[in-house]
Structures are given as C-alpha cells and as structure tokens.
C-alpha cells in the first residue's frame, strides 16, 4: 500500500520561498508519476504540478508557473515542491498524491494527509 507523507509546510511572509517535501513508502517510488495539489479554506482542492516517473517531464498551473518547481529523487523516494515568490493566495494545504497514470487534475490513486502553508502580507 502507498503512504505518502509531505512536510516543509510553515509561515512564510508575502515574496519568500518554502521547499515542499513528499516521502513514498510501501511501493517502488519510479514506479509513480507524482503531483502536488492544494486547497484553501472554502476552497475546492487545485491541482498545482506534476512530474513523471523519471523526472524528465513536468507540468505546472498558470497560476503559480514561474514561481513553483516540482522535482523528484527517485533514490530518496523523494517529490519536492519548491515554492518561490510566495503570495496570501497560495495559503492552503498542500497535498502529494502519486498515481501509476500520468494525471493534470486531482484525481490521483493515492494522497497524502496534507501539509499547511500559510502565506502572510
């Protein structure tokens, strides 16, 4: 069974950077393209990126194009989320999810319980 557990999460002013990270357990970690989504009070959840099985295609939201990177290490079972230029808008909880299929939405097998980012002005 798949566990994915984030942490990085943390307040951060307006304009400042925070490193998102998504450790994979119980499966092989290649095996999984994996994502990154968010959701904000009141909000749906959003999907914000996601990378192939071996790092070499990635794909992110135009809202947050330019200012976030998602990379992986397949050796450390490892997805990050790398978050620059933060804005109050990117406050939300911030999921990882992995999937077998490579997916531009939400709907991924398996997620984690979610990390808080709270960006202040």
């Known amino acids: 069974q798949v566990q994915l557990v984030e942490s990085g999460g943390g307040l951060v002013q307006a304009g400042g950077s925070l490193t998102l990270s998504c450790v994979l357990s119980g499966q092989t970690f290649s095996r999984y393209n994996m994502g990154w989504f968010r959701q904000a009070p009141g909000k749906e959840r959003e999907f914000v990126a996601v990378?192939?099985?071996?790092?070499?295609?990635?794909y992110v939201v135009a809202s947050v194009k330019g200012r976030f990177t998602i990379s992986r290490d397949n050796a450390k079972s490892t997805v990050y989320l790398q978050m620059n230029s933060l804005k109050p808008e990117d406050t939300a909880v911030y999921y990882c999810?992995?999937?077998?299929?490579?997916?531009?939405?939400?709907?991924?097998?398996?997620r984690g319980q979610g990390t808080q980012v709270t960006v202040s002005s």
């Open positions: 999810a992995a999937d077998l299929v490579w997916k531009s939405t939400i709907n991924f097998d398996y």
């Open positions: 990378i192939n099985k071996s790092g070499a295609a990635t």
